[in-house]
């Protein structure tokens, strides 16, 4: 049996048990359509095959495939010669955890994986049907382009799916998974995606390394251009594994943080006690330039085992991340102190403004942690944009219509005090720990903005300059900076005893369950990409 063979020459076709027959084998023929060597090289390379990965994702038993029979039907370049079934993309649907799911695996023995006609026919039907079924998309990506031989026809198809992939966008959650190299007009798809899980060993790029030597001529390999390593330090990937059968299994934690659609809720899980929460009450050092981390913070607070941290790697100032509380998901946004000190730089205001919009689209309440001393000052920063994408997080964190709580772990300074979380940017419930300080900047920095005429006469006077700047920064300790101060207007909700930070958030997030509020009519905001 070839790749081109389209039915069985042995049935009888003008039998019921012949067409039977046929059928049997036309289908078969679709477990190994570039034929059993090409399936033993993929199982020699240690990787698995296109449908067995789909079958590895879904529960056993539950994938039904569709347009399993489809050929292209192009004539150019002597395709004509080869019709191999699937045309390189295993499509349909099945469950994860008994939730229903649509997706597709890319085979790359069949045509390098190349997007033609009809392969990007199978990709716009299984996209649409999980748009109108209401349904989670899965992509698993292993292909080079666009199948070049098919010309124009194939650069209409990519166009065809990049729309699609948008109008699916905050309708279904999206989750590409890098397995093998993906590039050209396919390395958009994925990254249309909500979450991209890259496979060590896997590429993701636009221009493969040959015609990048030939146009600018550097010397560069696909691991270097778009590796698993690359894409988690560049943002473009938020989960990586050590091979497919760990990237599925992320797959399917992710999946499990998120509703089925835009107009459904996430499910919840049993409630999981935490213990040792006492411990909040002890983690956040005395000086305030100590560092400690966030992770022990957030450890006392979400249920065990529910963190899943999305682009570690990447910007790793600010933490973003799925969670359970009482078994209630929500998105994590919280300072890292031990990076940069917990300052906010370009690369983290567009990680956290890109993972607020994709929770507040999939009904997913938000908790920010913060402890930053504001927004990193300097030219490489402002050369980089810091204004344009920090002002891209006040419109996520302004637009968002989710239940919004905040937990001031200690600083709160300046414009990331605004963004990340504040009242007067729709937050509903604001929470303070005793070491909270809450002000335009930190005391000793205030006390030479405001102090500044009473130092320079004590300096003219010969005064004790230290003494009074230490006299000086202590009273606005005590007076401007701590969380009482911003209680007192209404801007901090409850000071509260850290150990208690698990409870008020579960009480807040029951609260807020099914929060409603009005919103103007509009195409859309334009956020400040």
Known sequence: MTASTPASTEADLSTTVGKLQDLRHRLAETLAPAGEAAVDGVHDAGRLTARERVTALLDEGSFVEIDALARHRATSFNLDRSHPVTDGVVTGYGTVDGRQVCVFSQDATVFDGTVGETHGEKLVKVMELAERA??????????????????????????RLYRLRSRLSGVVPQISVIAGPTAGTEAHQPALADVVIAVEGAQLFLTDPEITRSIVGAEVTAEELGGAAVLAANGTSHLTAADETAALALVRDVLSQLPSNN??????????????TGTLDTVV?????????????????????????LSADHAGNIITAFARITGRAVGVVASQPLVLAGAMDAAAAAKAARFVRMCDAFNIPLVFFVDSPGFMPGAQEEQAGLVRRSAALFSAVADASVGILTVVVRKAFGSSYIALGSKNMGADLVLAWPSAQISHADAANTVTAVHADTLAKAARKRKDVVALR????????????????????????????????????????????????????????????
């Not at 209401?134 to 166009?159: F, M």
């Not at 107009?263 to 040792?276: F, N, S």
């Not at 305030?288 to 941290?309: F, I, K, T």
């Open 285 to 309: 050092p005395d000086s305030p330039l100590a560092g400690y981390d966030m992770a022990d913070v957030l450890a006392g607070v979400v249920d065990p085992g529910s963190l899943l941290e």
């Open 470 to 529: 230490t006299q000086l920064t202590e009273e606005i300790e005590d007076s401007l900076i701590t969380p009482y101060a911003a209680a007192s207007r209404g801007y901090v909700d409850a000071v509260i005893v850290p150990s208690e930070t698990r409870a008020r958030l579960a009480d807040g997030l029951a609260l807020l369950e099914r929060k409603v509020i009005p919103v103007p009519e509009r195409k859309h905001d334009n956020l400040p990409l």
């Open 134 to 159: 209401g349904v989670p998309l899965v992509g698993i990506h292993d292909s080079t382009g666009a199948r070049v031989k098919e010309g124009v026809v194939s650069l209409g198809t990519a166009a």
């Open 263 to 276: 107009r459904a809720l996430a499910p919840e899980t049993a409630p999981i006690a935490v213990e040792g």
